[in-house]
């Protein structure tokens, strides 16, 4: 359990002690339900990125715990969606229509609305093929655009998107919370350069060439439930030139 007071991480400790979770398949429960690494997964739909002539895959892996509960019909889950609770929403009460229970989903946080789980919530690692083990992880992504104060504290951020990597051995990613996209050296994971987003890059960047000139695209519009600014910023930037 972690906090940004001592006073918060008691509050988590406590919320734990009252939550059901026996692995990560515990089902969801009316006491309420731990689910770890989270509802983001371990891995989310942005998947990984393989380097083939390296061996090396590339992944970016987040843990946020959240708490799954079960809602019984009633006002506040209704047998049909409502101003309140319409369809299609990915945190709060889902409501399950056909089911004796709605389930409500939310994050694992402390009364300060700061994760109880002790960061890092959000890596960039490299796992060698051949071997099954990582050759190397570091946290990725700030708190800047999510913290009261522009915070540019790099404790590891959860990610809506996946890596991508290039011929020359340079990875691309633009999911974190704050808004940037940034590259990585595949053989260490040092970060050789970042650039600030119009909005929330959550998504996959992609990569073509053109006119013997690479390029990296990234689609940059937010998205509502992980609270990332909105927009509808489509941006190219060109990779240097390689020297003969």
């Not at 061996?55 to 019909?73: G, Y």
């Not at 946290?139 to 890596?163: E, H, N, Y």
């Not at 691309?172 to 050789?192: H, L, N, P, Q, W």
Request: charged share 20%; proline share 10%; hydrophobic share 40%.
């Amino acid at each position: 359990m972690w906090g940004s007071t001592m006073f918060d991480q008691l509050a988590c400790r406590i919320k734990f002690k009252r939550l059901r979770y026996e692995g990560p398949f515990t089902p969801p429960s009316e006491q309420g339900t731990l689910v770890f690494p989270g509802d983001f997964g371990m891995f989310e739909w942005g998947g990984i990125a393989v380097d083939p002539r390296r061996q090396i895959a590339i992944a970016n892996p987040q843990s946020i715990p959240f708490i799954s509960r079960l809602v019984p019909r009633g006002k506040d889950n209704p047998a049909a969606p409502n101003a309140a609770h319409p369809p299609g929403t990915e945190l709060g009460v889902q409501p399950m229509y056909g089911a004796p229970f709605g389930v409500d989903l939310g994050i694992f946080l402390s009364p300060l609305g700061i994760p109880c789980l002790a960061p890092p919530w959000g890596n960039i690692a490299a796992i060698d093929l051949r071997t099954h083990k990582v050759v190397w992880q570091h946290r990725i992504g700030t708190i800047r655009d999510q913290a009261p104060l522009s915070l540019p504290f790099k404790l590891g951020v959860p990610m809506i998107g996946g890596p991508i990597v290039t011929a020359g051995g340079i990875i691309f990613i633009s999911g974190t919370m704050d808004d940037y996209i940034r590259a990585f050296d595949v053989r260490d994971g040092k970060e050789i350069w970042q650039a600030r987003l119009p909005a929330g890059g959550q998504s996959t960047p992609m990569t073509y060439s053109v006119g013997g000139r690479q390029y990296v695209v990234t689609v940059d519009g937010g998205h509502g439930s992980f609270g990332t600014k909105l927009g509808d910023y489509v941006r190219a930037y060109a990779l240097p030139e390689r020297r003969q």
